[in-house]
């Protein structure tokens, strides 16, 4: 039985797929989970397994009329996981809870930095604009 929460958000599914990965790629990087599922803009999971316990994080963005949503799975396994599962219902769910409020911080986050440097004209934004990239403009040498 896994646990499954979800949230919408105002956000393209791109900004929250780079969200997802930037919270959750630390328990990677430097825990002991590994990377299960990954389809860009779509799904990401991580997953661990011991000998005694498992656990699977699955990540799923589906785009809306309008923004995006976010459904979170959490399953819990091995030998001691239905057991684990039984006594912790309510601390598995509130810990859904606050890791997908940790990604909607960082999805609104990387949404304003992308539409501050859309609004200041960042010409790293776009490599075609700015003054440098007019090939008819007339240069001195």
């Known amino acids: 039985m896994p646990f499954r929460r979800s949230i919408d958000l105002d956000v393209d599914a791109p900004t929250l797929y780079d969200a997802v990965r930037e919270v959750v790629l630390p328990n990677v990087e430097e825990g002991p989970f590994g990377v299960i599922a990954e389809r860009e803009d779509e799904v990401f999971g991580i997953g661990y397994d011991s000998m005694l316990s498992s656990s699977r994080y699955h990540f ?82």
Do not use: M
Request: aromatic content about 4%; hydrophobic content about 35%; overall charge negative.
């Open 60 to 141: 799923e963005i589906e785009e809306l009329e309008e923004g995006t949503r976010l459904e979170a799975r959490l399953w819990i396994g091995g030998v001691f996981g239905p057991l684990h599962t039984l006594l912790r219902v309510w601390s598995h769910n509130r810990h859904l809870d606050t890791l997908l409020r940790g990604i909607e911080k960082k999805a609104q986050e990387i949404a304003a930095a992308d539409r501050a440097a859309e609004s200041a004209g960042d010409p790293d934004l776009d490599p075609d604009s700015g003054p440098d990239s007019d090939p008819d403009s007339e240069t001195d040498e």
